[in-house]
């Protein structure tokens, strides 16, 4: 389906910065004498979106490209940090002859590191999601229904000497309190949405939490109207 396709194209770019580390650990494994031309070729064997992507850096080679050339093709294509730092790490290693086992190994484990603070940080950002999502899209919307229609039952006439709204007719004002709410629950999806797409870092998905959160709050709504009744 197209939207399950949009979705994946989303998340390549993540998946793919996440790939890098077994790249890295895949690299450490060759001996010294294995020049970094042998190694992409190694690597690109695989079948995984880094794996992809530097098969195109083994063709630009093949026709006559320099590693340094294919090297920046590879971070053009991709923006990410750890593909950068791959392609960084390929050129240090290709031009010093050093040790690259252990050049590739301690990179691997930095990001490794940086993975494991970055899924703790992502665990309590999901509780935070949860909480904003489930509180603000499910209980919000039944309670403010549910108190529309406990207005329903509600005498205004009494309100009259002291509000000015008393005036209103009662149907009237019950009108103006569900567009007040249907306004209300619309402002919240698009704060939400913002909100949880600038935390994971992709405003692309902004649009896709609100197609999700607007419809749910508005369900919600209309269902905590039909259990009061």
């Keep these: 389906m197209p939207m399950f396709g949009f979705l994946r194209k989303i998340n390549e770019p993540k998946k793919m910065e996440n790939e890098i580390v077994d790249a890295l650990l895949q690299a450490s494994t060759y001996p010294n004498e294995c020049s970094i031309e042998e190694i992409i070729r190694k690597i690109a064997t695989g079948d995984n979106l880094i794996s992809r992507e530097l098969k195109i850096a083994e063709q630009e080679m093949e026709k006559g490209a320099s590693l340094e050339e294919s090297m920046q093709g590879l ?3 991709n923006k990410g ?4 730092l791959l392609a960084k790490l390929f050129l240090q290693a290709h031009r010093n002859k050093a040790d690259n086992s252990m050049l590739f190994r301690n990179a691997a484990e930095d990001l490794m590191e940086k993975r494991i603070l970055e899924d703790e940080k992502n665990i309590a950002l999901m509780a935070q999601k949860y909480t904003l999502l489930i509180g603000g899209a499910i209980i919000v919307p039944l309670v403010l229904s549910m108190l529309v229609s406990l207005m329903a039952d509600f005498d205004f006439e009494g309100l009259k000497e002291f509000y000015s709204a008393g005036s209103l007719d009662k149907k009237e004002l019950l009108e103006m309190v569900k567009l007040a709410n249907l306004i209300y629950i619309g402002e ?4 939400a949405s913002v909100f949880l797409a600038k935390q994971e870092n992709n ?7 609100f197609l999700a959160i607007l419809p749910v709050s508005i369900c919600c709504f209309l ?7």
């Design 75 to 77: 971070e053009k294509r």
């Design 81 to 84: 940090k750890n593909v950068r």
């Design 188 to 191: 919240y999806s698009i704060i």
């Design 203 to 209: 405003m692309k998905k902004a649009f896709i939490y």
């Design 223 to 229: 269902i905590g109207k039909i259990l009061i009744g």
